[in-house]
């Protein structure tokens, strides 16, 4: 069945009241493009977030959404104004699926597609809320969202092992000009790579 993004998930608008000190702190800067997981946050006192994030929430950058960072923390901690906090109403929205939701191509096209500003676009979740996307029964979102992270999990093995591999070849080539450089895995094509 179709549904609007507002029907299944919420804008969490809560605050921090207290001390930030040793709480995570994520700003646009640590939300890398195309990542499903938040990797790199800071913990700094000193500065003027205070927008709470719960672990198991996402952190959509709403500004400059074309650059494609969205990521689900592992983590309670605070954040930049210019992020979304994002949360589903697990009664209809998996929060296991909601960052597959937000982390796609057609998502950020509308979210493109609704921001506004010259300089620093910005979207809105009073925008965001509109999109509308087929969400399958509670039964078959569990088979997705495990099908869907064992997909990921997989993805980030050929990450590591390509670094990995990297590496060696490095150690072992030096940077001389039998250096492999390998520039990309593609799940339909296998290895990119340049001698």
């Not at 029907?7 to 921090?16: C, H, M």
């Not at 096209?109 to 509308?132: C, M, N, Q, T």
């Not at 895995?185 to 001698?195: E, V």
């Amino acid at each position: 069945m179709r549904v609007k993004l507002g029907d299944v998930a919420r804008e969490s608008r809560e605050t921090l009241r207290g001390s930030k000190h040793g709480l995570p702190v994520v700003g646009l800067e640590h939300l890398t493009p195309g990542e499903l997981t938040l990797k790199e946050w800071s913990v700094d006192n000193a500065n003027t977030f205070t927008k709470t994030f719960r672990k198991g929430q996402i952190l959509f950058g709403r500004r400059r959404a074309y650059l494609k960072k969205a990521a689900v923390v592992p983590f309670d901690g605070i954040c930049s104004g210019d992020i979304t906090v994002i949360e589903s109403d697990p009664d209809k929205l998996l929060p296991e699926l909601l960052p597959f939701v937000i982390q796609n191509d057609t998502f950020f096209d509308y979210a493109i597609g609704k921001s506004a500003g010259s300089l620093s676009p910005r979207v809105k979740w009073e925008h965001l809320y509109r999109f509308e996307f087929k969400l399958p029964p509670l039964v078959e979102q569990q088979k997705l969202a495990a099908l869907l992270w064992a997909a990921n999990a997989t993805r980030e093995a050929y990450r590591k092992l390509l670094a990995a591999t990297d590496e060696i070849v490095k150690s072992r080539y030096g940077g001389g000009a039998y250096r492999i450089v390998f520039t990309s895995f593609r799940a339909h094509g296998g290895l990119n790579f340049a001698i």
